[in-house]
């Protein structure tokens, strides 16, 4: 199961939608072994595409190098479709190389009319866990943002 702020879930649907028609890309990390995803990292597209991701080699190393630094690693890997369902495709599952990461998809297919215009359609938002070319579907739970700032304090 993926247990998501709403914060980052709004973090990851509006880059999706950002980015769109391209798909958009990037990684939640968290603590080592801690399975939180906790710090959004939107990512370049390098491949530019309405139909395939790709990270940026330079950026993806750099941002190895930081998790490491930070002891964090990839909880969430995410990305979006553009066309069709929040689904693995067979590219996506070959690409899959984090076992221990949530797979997230997001569908923008519903979001825009056909002049690429938003259309305040909705997303699909599912995750998966994909191990060895296996693709097993995940619960997603959003939780309300911690921020104490956003929930209005009384003292």
Do not use: W
Not at 34 to 45: K, L, T
Not at 59 to 73: G, H, I, P, V
Not at 80 to 108: M, Q
């Amino acid at each position: 199961m993926l247990t998501i702020a709403q914060e980052t879930y709004d973090a990851i649907v509006a880059h999706a939608k950002r980015d769109h028609p391209d798909e958009a890309c990037g990684v939640v990390a968290g603590p080592e072994g801690s399975d939180r995803p906790e710090r959004f990292i939107p990512m370049v597209n390098a491949a530019g595409s309405p139909t395939f991701y790709e990270f940026d080699s330079t950026e993806l190393l750099q941002l190895y190098k930081d998790m490491d630094a930070r002891d964090e690693e990839p909880v969430v890997v995410y990305h979006s479709h553009t066309a069709t369902e929040a689904y693995p495709s067979r590219t996506d599952i070959g690409l899959a190389s984090e076992p221990n990461a949530h797979y997230v998809l997001v569908s923008t297919a519903d979001c825009f009319d056909e002049s690429g215009g938003n259309s305040d359609g909705p997303v699909e938002f599912r995750s998966y866990s994909i191990i060895d070319g296996v693709v097993t579907e995940e619960e997603v739970t959003i939780t309300p943002t911690t921020d104490s700032s956003k929930k209005g304090s009384t003292s």
